[in-house]
């Protein structure tokens, strides 16, 4: 469950980065560097990430995983830190926990195993501004 648990922690690391539209640069450098620690090759366009799975052919099926990494500003609303992932282990909150980093954090984890062979498609992850 290595992924798993590194989801989940970079998930709460994504929570912590303030990352409203425009301002996206420490996310997606924490992206990349979770990238890089799970050995997956990937660019940096800009503030958007593209990684291929290993042996990529566009003639294959492709699952293509996409999400967006900004969060809106945080508001005067919130009845804690909306930067604070909290500490209970089985539940993430704050700003962008729900849109759309947990949708990112799934997304890195299951580009990072359908990028493993054996497979018979292609795989893009592309966290995108």
Same mark, same amino acid.
């Given at each position: 469950? #290595?992924?798993?648990? /590194?989801?989940?922690?970079?998930?709460?690391?994504?929570?912590?980065?303030?990352?409203?539209?425009? %301002? %996206?640069?420490?996310?997606? !450098?924490?992206?990349? +560097?979770?990238? #890089? @620690? $799970? /050995?997956?090759?990937?660019?940096? %366009? #800009?503030? +958007?990430?593209?990684?291929?799975?290993?042996?990529?052919? =566009? =003639?294959?099926?492709?699952?293509?995983?996409?999400?967006?990494? @900004?969060?809106?500003?945080?508001?005067? !609303?919130?009845?804690? /830190?909306?930067? @604070?992932? !909290? &500490? @209970?282990? =089985?539940?993430?909150?704050?700003?962008?926990?729900?849109? /759309?980093?947990?949708?990112?954090? =799934?997304?890195? $984890?299951?580009?990072?195993?359908?990028?493993?062979?054996?497979? !018979?498609?292609?795989?893009?992850? &592309?966290?995108?501004?």
């Amino acid at each position: 469950m #290595k992924y798993l648990d /590194d989801s989940l922690e970079l998930l709460r690391q994504m929570v912590r980065i303030p990352s409203p539209s425009f %301002e %996206e640069a420490a996310v997606v !450098g924490l992206i990349s +560097n979770a990238l #890089k @620690d $799970w /050995d997956v090759p990937h660019s940096v %366009e #800009k503030r +958007n990430i593209i990684a291929l799975s290993e042996g990529f052919d =566009a =003639a294959r099926p492709t699952l293509a995983l996409n999400a967006h990494v @900004d969060t809106v500003p945080a508001c005067s !609303g919130y009845s804690f /830190d909306p930067y @604070d992932p !909290g &500490a @209970d282990p =089985a539940v993430v909150r704050g700003l962008g926990s729900n849109d /759309d980093g947990g949708s990112l954090a =799934a997304m890195a $984890w299951t580009g990072v195993r359908c990028s493993r062979p054996p497979r !018979g498609m292609s795989t893009v992850f &592309a966290p995108t501004v």
